[in-house]
């Protein structure tokens, strides 16, 4: 019978198993994903903290996808494709920052019960958040060798990103297709002509709206993350060896973008 009570439905009709291929829990592979929480003590919200940790890595995979084709669209001139791009990741990182608050319902105390267990895994040691970082700017090759413990392919993956155009060399390359010039020299003039002349460049202005906000909101995150970490370890140094906040606090200071941010004192 069908779920309204009518005539049964013929199995290939039946929504969601076409031809009886698919289900929902086939199709999302969830016995293989749910069968990845595997803590590591007794302690009650290690299961809170293991889900949090795999939830931002699955965004992360994401927000790579979507920065990488958000490049190219740039690199091709397609700009209200990259447009569109970073809407979508701009409403992912929000996601990102408000998800802190799930994790602040855990107590420190609640969190010593299993932090010693951890050492020395950190989140230092995020493949995917130092991708992010190099795909939009911030290459910093040291951090290559706080990877040790990870696996060849992960190594040639983030060794690729030093190598690759950034988000900023694909904005470079639209302002050069517009006939505006990007050497050292010439760019924070042209980024000024993009600004004072909307009625030509609004799209090129926007666009480099949309790095600024990307930029500005991988800041916040950094800035939740090490209130986060103040909270449940005040001044203890981190499991991945560093002073722990102060270390993170070093790194809000971080941009991606630094000329976008400059440009606001030239107007
Ligand atoms: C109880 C919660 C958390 C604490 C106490 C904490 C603590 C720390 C500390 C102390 C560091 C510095 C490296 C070290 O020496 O360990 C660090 C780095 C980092 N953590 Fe967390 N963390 C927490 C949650 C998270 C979450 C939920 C994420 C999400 C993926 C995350 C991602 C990172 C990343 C990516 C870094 C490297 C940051 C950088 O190098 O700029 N952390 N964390
Ligand atoms: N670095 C944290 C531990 C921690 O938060 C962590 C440990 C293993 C895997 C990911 C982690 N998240 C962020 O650093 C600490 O020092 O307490």
């Known amino acids: 019978?069908?779920?309204?009570?009518?005539?049964?439905?013929?199995?290939?009709?039946?929504?969601?198993?076409?031809g009886g291929r698919l289900s929902?829990?086939?199709?999302?592979?969830?016995?293989?994903?749910?069968?990845?929480?595997?803590?590591?003590?007794?302690?009650?919200?290690?299961?809170?903290f293991i889900t949090i940790h795999q939830v931002y890595e699955l965004w992360f995979k994401l927000l790579l996808h979507e920065l990488e084709s958000a490049r190219e669209a740039m690199f091709e001139?397609?700009?209200?494709?990259?447009?569109?791009?970073?809407r979508r990741v701009h409403a992912v990182e929000k996601v990102l920052i408000?998800?802190?608050?799930?994790?602040e319902t855990m107590t420190?105390?609640?969190?010593?019960?299993?932090?010693?267990k951890l050492e020395p895994a950190s989140g230092f040691q995020s493949v995917q958040f130092r991708e992010l970082e190099f795909l939009s700017g911030l290459k910093d090759e040291r951090y290559l060798s706080s990877f040790r413990h990870a696996s060849d392919t992960e190594l040639a993956r983030l060794?690729?990103?030093?190598?690759?155009?950034?988000?900023?060399?694909?904005?470079?390359?639209?302002?050069?297709?517009?006939?505006?010039?990007?050497?050292?020299?010439?760019?924070m003039d042209s980024l000024l002509a993009v600004a004072r002349d909307r009625r030509s460049y609004d799209d090129l202005w926007q666009l480099a709206e949309d790095l600024l906000t990307h930029?500005?909101?991988?800041?916040?995150?950094?800035?939740?993350?090490?209130?986060?970490?103040?909270?449940?370890?005040g001044t203890k140094s981190g499991t991945g060896g560093s002073t722990g906040a102060p270390y993170l606090r070093g790194r809000t200071r971080m941009h991606y973008f630094p000329l976008l941010w400059e440009l606001r004192a030239w107007l």
């Open 159 to 187: 060794r690729r990103r030093l190598e690759e155009p950034t988000l900023w060399d694909a904005y470079l390359t639209a302002l050069s297709q517009r006939g505006l010039p990007v050497s050292d020299d010439e760019i």
């Open 108 to 116: 420190p105390q609640d969190f010593l019960e299993f932090r010693a």
């Open 24 to 48: 929902y829990g086939g199709y999302l592979r969830l016995p293989a994903l749910l069968a990845q929480q595997q803590p590591e003590s007794e302690a009650p919200d290690e299961l809170l």
């Open 77 to 86: 001139g397609e700009l209200w494709q990259a447009r569109h791009l970073f």
């Open 1 to 18: 019978m069908g779920i309204d009570g009518d005539a049964p439905v013929p199995p290939h009709r039946r929504f969601g198993e076409e």
């Open 215 to 233: 930029d500005e909101k991988a800041a916040h995150w950094r800035m939740r993350h090490v209130q986060m970490v103040e909270r449940q370890i």
């Open 98 to 103: 408000e998800q802190v608050d799930v994790l």
